[in-house]
T-cell receptor, first 110, second 115 residues
């Protein structure tokens, strides 16, 4: 079983739509959780951290359910510029090692 | 502030040849990481350095891959000999230190094609 699992997509949505991505992780000792964004042929960049209480950054909302080992990302009012791969990432242990999921591809259509 | 620099950006070699990639982290960052990203997958950590010491190389295929960070600044990753399955993007990242609270910043990557 993969340490971090995501639906690879692609998710094809029209502009203005709301889209949700889900992710599960297998190691209950995971301590930190993130969503990264990766544009085509570019490097990953941190989108937002994910906290147990849930957190919001503009049109983006992230949620964590530790009991179910489940992370989600909600994007409201999708823009063309949101088209990218969204990577679910966890950390555990004393090092700063990132464990990435395979990523979910989002294509926002005009 | 300058980001993480990597070179070359692209490399095409034949199997069994050798190749080396170079990374210069953000100034002042003590921790440096090399990741391998195969097409359609997320990045996978190969090796992590803290200054010039190795913190984690558990997923580095040591029979063919080697990495060094001799002066605790820039780093080189080498593959010798390359196999077809080594075709991937090799990403270098750095962080201020290895405490989990520190964000990692990624370089643009080196895209390797092994024929």
């Amino acid at each position: 079983r993969k340490e971090v699992e995501q639906d690879p997509g692609p998710f094809n949505v029209p502009e203005g739509a709301t889209v949700a991505f889900n992710c599960t992780y297998s190691n209950s000792a995971s301590q930190s959780f993130f969503w990264y964004r990766q544009d085509c042929r570019k490097e990953p960049k941190l989108l937002m951290s994910v906290y147990s209480s849930g957190n919001e950054d503009g049109r983006f909302t992230a949620q964590l359910n530790r009991a179910s080992q489940y992370i989600s990302l909600l994007i409201r009012d999708s823009k063309l510029s949101d088209s990218a791969t969204y990577l679910c990432v966890v950390k555990y242990g004393a090092t700063n090692k990132l464990i990435f999921g395979t990523g979910t591809l989002l294509a926002v259509q005009p | 502030e300058a980001g993480v620099a990597q070179s070359p950006r692209y490399k095409i070699i034949e199997k069994r040849q050798s190749v080396a990639f170079w990374c210069n982290p953000i100034s002042g960052h003590a921790t440096l990481y090399w990741y391998q990203q195969i097409l359609g997958q997320g990045p996978k950590l190969l090796i992590q350095f803290q200054n010039n010491g190795v913190v984690d190389d558990s997923q580095l295929p040591k029979d063919r891959f080697s990495a060094e960070r001799l002066k605790g600044v820039d780093s080189t990753l080498k593959i010798q000999p390359a196999k077809l399955e080594d075709s991937a993007v090799y990403l270098c990242a750095s962080s201020f230190n290895r405490a989990p609270s520190n964000e990692q910043f990624f370089g643009p990557g080196t895209r390797l094609t092994v024929l």
